[in-house]
């Protein structure tokens, strides 16, 4: 297999329909091992079109150059309430891939 899979996690913000289904918000990715590119990805906002949206936004980006292009995707594009949340979420599963890589050295 050529991908990986990692998640990260932040806390939502008090009064999102998410927040009554769970307490944080997770971000999944399916990760190619080499280039570090995000193949699809996944997160528990609470409708399928904001789910939707925030895989149009992560997928494609390399985490081999970092995450600063996919926060300010989410910044300028992603208005909702849970914005903070996504890009925590994301901080998290990008720590969780440099963990992953460390260990490959």
């Known amino acids: 297999m ?24 997770t971000i999944t990715a399916e990760i190619d091992k080499k280039y570090g590119v995000i ?9 399928e079109h904001g789910r939707a949206f925030v895989q149009h936004l992560l997928r494609g ?7 600063d292009q996919p926060l300010a995707s989410i910044k300028n594009h992603y208005l909702g309430k849970a914005g ?3 890009m925590s979420a994301l901080k998290d599963l990008y720590k969780h891939y440099e963990l992953y890589t460390a260990e490959k050295l």
């Open 2 to 25: 050529n991908t990986v899979f990692i998640a990260g996690h932040a806390r939502l913000p008090a009064g999102m329909a998410a927040q009554n289904l769970y307490e944080t918000l």
């Open 39 to 47: 193949v699809t990805a996944s997160c528990t906002l609470a409708t």
């Open 61 to 67: 980006h390399s985490l081999q150059d970092g995450i």
């Open 84 to 86: 903070n949340a996504v």
